[in-house]
């Protein structure tokens, strides 16, 4: 079976906790991408996903928001780089998440692993 670095994307985008749910948004169509990676002076303490986008723009957040305002902050899920794709489905089912930061064997993200990539894997199965 495969492993999580073999199937995840990468780099990750990165957003400090102060930039606007604007600018993370535009940020996000622009690389094309679902999630981003929320840090405070460039550690890691949260996500924020397409999701909550939506969320946020439905409970009347306004664009000039900060992004810690409407991501979810505090302990990231991650998963390291060698594990096998099973327990990234595993953890992504179980926490009921749809993007998982992967993170290298020293802790720095490194990649991101999201339920479209493991279904493009298990759909030849």
């Known amino acids: 079976m495969k492993r999580v670095k073999d199937i995840m ?9 102060n930039t606007t749910l604007q600018e993370t948004c535009r940020l996000m169509l622009e ?3 679902g999630s981003v990676v ?3 002076n ?9 999701r909550d986008a939506v969320k946020a723009i439905a409970s009347g957040a306004s ?6 305002v409407v991501a979810t902050m505090g302990e990231l899920e ?9 327990l990234a489905a595993k953890v992504m089912s179980e926490r009921k998440i749809r993007h998982l930061p992967v993170v290298n ?15 493009m894997e298990i759909k030849d199965l």
């Open 63 to 68: 664009p000039m928001d900060e992004i810690r």
């Open 31 to 33: 690389k094309g991408v």
């Open 105 to 119: 064997g020293e802790g720095e993200i490194v990649g991101m692993v999201t339920v479209t990539d493991l279904s």
């Open 38 to 40: 929320v840090t405070d």
């Open 9 to 17: 994307s990468s780099p990750v985008l990165q957003v400090e906790a």
């Open 78 to 86: 991650t998963i390291n780089e060698e594990a096998d794709i099973k």
């Open 42 to 50: 460039g550690t890691p303490r949260g996500i924020f996903t397409d």
